[in-house]
């Protein structure tokens, strides 16, 4: 089993920043991809950021020159630094790895944290 354990989330007044953690744990598994979805209620869940194990980076739009993802290849970890943020990113965030073993490929989710910004 792969597990994906989240932090970092929280209440923060608009304008402030937020870090979330996510920590994928398990055995016998290669990381192909990590990323960072959002969803509010009655709306699908949507991409936030991603980033491979090559480094390569997409952001949505909203996220762009503000958001930061980064990861820790040692550590299974992905990080996402949240600046300027803004009422409208208030959502609950999801943490998300494509994953490898033997041959083949599966994504795991986290449980989700809560970002609230207040206006």
């Known amino acids: 089993q792969v597990q994906l354990v989240e932090s970092g989330g929280g209440l923060v007044e608009a304008g402030g920043s937020l870090r979330l953690s996510c920590a994928a744990s398990?055995?016998?598994?290669?990381?192909?991809?990590m990323g960072w979805y959002r969803q509010t209620p009655g709306n699908q869940r949507e991409l936030v950021a991603r980033?491979?194990?090559?480094?390569?980076?997409n952001y949505a739009d909203s996220a762009k020159g503000r958001f930061t993802i980064s990861r820790d290849g040692a550590k299974n970890t992905v990080y996402l630094q949240m600046n300027s943020l803004k009422p409208e990113d208030t959502a609950e965030y999801y943490c998300n790895a494509g994953l490898m073993r033997n041959s083949w490929y599966f994504e795991v989710w986290g449980q989700g944290t809560l970002v609230t910004v207040s206006s």
């Open positions: 980033i491979t194990s090559g480094g390569s980076v």
């Open positions: 398990g055995s016998s598994f290669s990381i192909n991809v």
